[in-house]
């Protein structure tokens, strides 16, 4: 089992940064693919970055060169640092977790309850 839970957002203007936290507990999720994944009012779940057991890193075309995903292991904790943020980055944020490497598909079997981004023009 792993239990997430993210913190960090909150309400910027455009261009602004925010740093979204997950920290995880649980028993050996070191070793576990991890993933920022937001939905919108009315949309579909879309996978953000995603983080796999070797430390690479995979985004969504939408937010490459704005988004950073990295991991601390000794704080367990997942980070996603997201800088020039637009309106349509607004949503609820989730962090995953599984042993499997779903990637950038809404396919994990763990899911924290989410915080809110929400970006003004």
């Known amino acids: 089992q792993v239990q997430l839970v993210e913190s960090g957002g909150g309400s910027v203007q455009t261009g602004g940064s925010l740093r979204l936290s997950c920290a995880a507990s649980g028993d050996t999720w070191t070793n576990s693919y991890m993933a920022w994944f937001r939905q919108a009012p009315g949309k579909e779940r879309e996978g953000v970055a995603a983080?796999?057991?070797?430390?690479?890193?995979y985004y969504a075309n939408s937010v490459k060169g704005r988004f950073t995903i990295s991991k601390d292991n000794d704080k367990n904790t997942l980070y996603l640092q997201m800088n020039s943020l637009k309106p349509e980055d607004t949503a609820m944020y989730y962090c995953a977790a599984d042993r499997r490497g779903w990637l950038l598909m809404p396919l994990y079997n763990y899911w924290g309850q989410g915080t809110q981004v929400t970006v003004s023009s």
């Open positions: 983080l796999d057991s070797d430390g690479g890193t």
